[in-house]
T-cell receptor, first 113, second 115 residues
Framework: AQSVTQLDSQVPVFEEAPVELRCNYS??????LFWYVQYPNQGLQLLLK??????LVKGINGFEAEFNKSQTSFHLRKPSVHISDTAEYFC???????????FGTGTSLTVIP | DAGVIQSPRHEVTEMGQEVTLRCKPI?????LFWYRQTMMRGLELLIY????????DSGMPEDRFSAKMPNASFSTLKIQPSEPRDSAVYFC?????????????FGPGTRLTVL
């Protein structure tokens, strides 16, 4: 079975500081990995995804994530956050040979002025 | 394209009543997903369709829930009878032709409150 663990439910960070949101997954087979963002009162939108190739993936709004197969992690990073980055962030995994999407429980990022 | 459209945006109903949530996917998308989001359980995939056919409904909580997709541009999620524990935000999402793991485009959600 597959699962996604987001280790931090809430992350407060000061504006212009760097941030890392952690995501670990468990799977016995190869997976695709995703980060979605949910702004208040909106649906989710894709930030970035890893399917194959380079383990460093760049997404929208200056975010990037690195796939680490040995540590089964896919942490999201941004070198300098803005107030507008305040949102809920979801890590998700899908099995390459399967047909299911598994979302983590989300990390609430709050950027403090 | 207007994106994924969901209606209503808010629904308040009383326990025992039938509730129907509606979704119009992005034109040309052939995958459609229904999710439920609660504080306790996070985001759960309820069911998804491919080319209007239900592929996996293992996430549907119980027989009170049913979903249909009569054509490529419309889907419904029905709860009958509704219960207070069904209160949640229900999202519909669609993705483009090809592999289902392509980016999913989410609608704004329907906030359901069952009293």
């Amino acid at each position: 079975a597959q699962s996604v663990t987001q280790l931090d439910s809430q992350v407060p960070v000061f504006e212009e500081a760097p941030v890392e949101l952690r995501c670990n997954y468990s799977s016995s087979v190869s997976v695709y990995l995703f980060w979605y963002v949910q702004y208040p009162n909106q649906g989710l939108q894709l930030l970035l995804k890893y399917l194959s190739g380079s383990t460093l993936v760049k997404g929208i709004n200056g975010f990037e994530a690195e796939f680490n197969k040995s540590q089964t992690s896919f942490h999201l990073r941004k070198p300098s956050v803005h107030i507008s980055d305040t949102a809920e962030y979801f890590c998700a995994v899908s099995v390459i040979t399967g047909n299911q999407f598994y979302f983590g429980t989300g990390t609430s990022l709050t950027v403090i002025p | 394209d207007a994106g994924v459209i969901q209606s209503p945006r808010h629904e308040v109903t009383e326990m025992g009543q039938e509730v129907t949530l509606r979704c119009k996917p992005i034109s040309g998308h052939d995958y459609l997903f229904w999710y439920r989001q609660t504080m306790m359980r996070g985001l759960e995939l309820l069911i998804y369709f491919n080319n209007n056919v239900p592929i996996d409904d293992s996430g549907m909580p119980e027989d009170r829930f049913s979903a249909k997709m009569p054509n490529a541009s419309f889907s419904t999620l029905k709860i009958q009878p509704s219960e207070p524990r069904d209160s949640a935000v229900y999202f519909c999402a669609s993705s483009s032709p090809g592999d289902w793991y392509n980016e999913q485009f989410f609608g704004p959600g329907t906030r359901l409150t069952v009293l």
